[in-house]
């Protein structure tokens, strides 16, 4: 029984790990890699696996770094089913085919490219097109939360709350090899407490063999009330100096729990009544998908709809669904709210309200999420002076940059700490992956501090015995 590290080592995009069992063959997640460190390429290497003799996919939850090779995977030829809980199945069929959208126009711009330079080497083909993804879809199927799911002889699976988005789950795995059970732990991402929305991550019952994320595994979170604080004080200051708060948001997650805050801070007359434009199709769809999956939410989240009152909707909130509403955002100058995505500015409108607005002193560019290495969000976050938006256009950063870490949906250090003392205290073993290197390293060390368990931070291709793992680590 084998456990091979496919993705997501000592980084934090492209997660997929592969296990072999003697009932089968499965992979948990299978993510696409983003953010400029990655070339294209990357994602169109070889599985490293048969796939042919893959019999799942275990999905964790529907964010593209999970998510979206397995169109690629099934135009390959796989052919088992994919398992996950309903949410994530419906936000799936959303951000796999925008995600095919996505790579049909750049092959169409890549094949531009290729006739007008000679037509060196095969012409460029899309990673996949939206008829793969209508074909993946058919394979997916459903299994709520805390419903044990036998998928063979010796090998049944349980989705547990992970508390990172709507339908986000850690998955635990029991099998059955050389006459034991053992049972894996995958953290998948998880959630941060006192999130809104969806509820806090669960705890699964101690595990065997545990890979937990470490996003966060060396830095603390502001907790949630300071941040929501902290996030009134920067709007209403903006405001007050005529600017506008341009918020790069996940489409997904992110959109919905700053939407919410936005919605608190409006109805208790805390901010003053300002328009919110929200320019992103896919965020708006992913809205509508929200509100269909009551079963993911928290207490308080039910406790709003039952007074009567629209968690996502209010009076100031402009939905920007077409290109010509939403270049009409540029018009608009007086203050207010602008939530855009890609949540790390690798793509999508928000390059266009960036193009706008990072030149204005009196607005205000506020990171509601992890910005990874490489990306766009980073290097502004870092405190570039000049960026480079689109080929051959610089833009000078002279807005006010803020980061609300608080916003984050991962759990921070402490949680990812008190998680793993509750799932891995008699594990054999604990790996850290979905970190980068000095993130995932600090978080093995805490855990090394806390439990005596051999606890690893794999590097990408490393497989190990998960009947001795220790020999392997
Ligand atoms: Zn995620």
């Known amino acids: 029984m084998r456990l091979q590290i496919l993705g997501a080592a000592r980084q934090v ?100 490219k290729w006739r007008k330079h000679g037509r060196h080497g095969p012409p460029p083909l899309p990673l996949y097109t939206v008829e793969d993804v209508h074909k993946c879809l058919r394979a997916f199927r459903s299994v709520p939360y805390n419903r044990t799911e036998e998928l063979a002889r010796g090998l049944s699976v349980r989705f547990r709350d992970a508390g990172h988005i709507l339908g986000a789950a850690s998955i635990e795995v029991w099998v ?143 939905i920007c669904r077409s290109r010509e509403a939403s270049m009409a955002i540029n018009d608009f100058t007086d203050p207010c709210v602008i939530i855009s995505a890609s949540g790390m500015c690798t793509g999508g409108r928000i390059r266009h309200h960036l193009r706008h607005h990072l030149r204005r002193r009196q607005d205000t560019l506020l990171f509601a999420g992890y910005q990874a290495a490489g990306t766009l969000g980073r290097r502004i976050l870092e405190g570039a002076r000049y960026v480079t938006i689109f080929p051959r256009e610089h833009h000078k950063v002279r807005c006010r940059v803020e980061m ?32 980068e290197e000095q993130a995932a390293l600090a978080l093995a060390e805490g855990i090394r501090e806390r439990l005596a368990v051999p606890v690893h931070v794999p590097e990408i291709l490393d497989s190990f015995d998960l009947l001795e793992p220790r020999a392997d680590i």
């Open 404 to 435: 609300l870490d608080g916003f984050s949906a991962h759990a921070d250090r402490d949680e990812l700490l008190a998680w793993a003392e509750a799932v891995g205290s008699g594990a054999e073993a604990i790996f850290c992956t979905h970190g």
């Open 13 to 112: 995009t492209g997660s997929m790990y592969h296990v072999d069992t003697p009932a089968g063959q499965f992979l948990v997640d299978c993510g696409l890699y983003q953010g400029q460190d990655h070339p294209r390429g990357q994602n169109r290497r070889d599985f490293g696996f048969d796939i042919a003799e893959l019999d799942w996919v275990l999905l964790t939850h529907a964010h593209i770094d999970h998510s979206a090779l397995l169109p690629r995977l099934v135009a390959m030829g796989f052919r088992g089913e994919v398992i996950t809980t309903p949410g994530t199945a419906d936000l799936c069929e959303l951000m796999l085919l925008d995600s095919a959208e996505i790579q049909e126009e750049d092959a169409a711009f890549d094949l531009k």
């Open 176 to 318: 059955t090899a050389a006459g034991r059970e053992r049972k894996l732990i995958f953290s998948g991402d998880l959630g941060s407490l006192g999130q809104p929305i969806v509820r806090d991550p669960q705890l699964p019952e101690p595990g065997d063999i545990v890979l937990i994320e470490s996003t966060y595994g060396d830095r603390h979170h502001d907790p949630y009330a300071e941040t929501v604080a902290r996030f009134e004080e920067i709007v209403e200051r903006t405001i007050a100096q005529g600017g506008q708060v341009i918020i790069p948001a996940f489409a997904v997650g992110r959109t919905q729990a700053v939407l919410y805050e936005l919605a608190n801070l409006l109805r208790a007359g805390r901010i003053p009544e300002i328009p919110v434009f929200v320019d992103s199709p896919m965020a708006i769809d992913a809205t509508e998908i929200f509100r269909r999956h009551p079963e993911c939410f928290d207490e308080e989240m039910n406790e709003l709809i039952r007074s009567g009152n629209s968690p996502f909707s209010f009076p100031q909130l402009k």
